[in-house]
T-cell receptor
Framework: SQTIHQWPATLVQPVGSPLSLECTVE??????LYWYRQAAGRGLQLLFY??????ISSEVPQNLSASRPQDRQFILSSKKLLLSDSGFYLC??????????FGSGTQLSVL | GESVGLHLPTLSVQEGDNSIINCAYS??????FIWYKQESGKGPQFIID?????DKRQGQRVTVLLNKTVKHLSLQIAATQPGDSAVYFC????????????FGSGTRLQVQP
């Protein structure tokens, strides 16, 4: 069966520090991969999606970047975090743009 | 732009009652819809989906209804239980080649014992 792993679960970082969140998927090949951000009590905002290795599409201009070095690995990064980067970050995967399966999320607090 | 939205931000029901969560969408090109349940501090969980060539689909204790005429989607939960307390999101695939779902802002369901 397919599983998705996302870590860390929580992260507290100072403003200006770098960020690296990692997500891996098991049990499927060539999935579409996604990074979403969710502000407290709000909906999901799509940040990046990828349809293959090295293929990244950005949905909104921001202080973040994404990379897909391997088929089932998706990384969210920042060189210098801003206060506004705080939020709940969710990785997800799908096959053929159908239903998304989400990871457990990373709660990022930038102080 | 076109988007998915929800009528009620918070819905409070008594345990054992049926719950109905509504969602309005404005993109007539949307051809696939999903309901997700998100518990506090966790990622959204898939509940049920429906394609635009269907009006109704049933799962275990849940039913999704799609009214394309008025662009309305609803999730019905039968015999609501305390474990159903969560935020529920509808999502649409707009069928424009954009490879992702668009999510509504969510409805919080509170089940009173």
């Amino acid at each position: 069966s397919q599983t998705i792993h996302q870590w860390p679960a929580t992260l507290v970082q100072p403003v200006g520090s770098p960020l690296s969140l990692e997500c891996t998927v098991e049990g499927t090949s060539n999935p579409n991969l996604y990074w979403y951000r969710q502000a407290a009590g709000r909906g999901l905002q799509l940040l990046f999606y990828s349809v293959g290795i090295g293929q990244i599409s950005s949905e909104v201009p921001q202080n973040l970047s994404a990379s897909r070095p391997q088929d089932r690995q998706f990384i969210l990064s920042s060189k210098k975090l801003l206060l506004s980067d705080s939020g709940f970050y969710l990785c997800a995967w799908s096959v053929q743009d159908e239903k998304l399966f989400f990871g457990s999320g990373t709660q990022l607090s930038v102080l | 732009g076109e988007s998915v939205g929800l009528h009620l931000p918070t819905l409070s029901v008594q345990e054992g009652d049926n719950s109905i969560i509504n969602c309005a969408y404005s993109n007539s090109a949307s051809d696939y819809f999903i309901w997700y349940k998100q518990e506090s501090g966790k990622g959204p969980q898939f509940i049920i989906d429906i394609r635009s060539n269907m009006d109704k689909r049933q799962g275990q204790r849940v039913t999704v209804l799609l009214n394309k005429t008025v662009k309305h989607l609803s999730l019905q939960i039968a015999a609501t239980q305390p474990g159903d307390s969560a935020v529920y999101f509808c999502a649409e695939n707009m069928g424009t080649g954009r490879r992702a779902l668009t999510f509504g802002s969510g409805t919080r369901l509170q089940v009173q014992p």
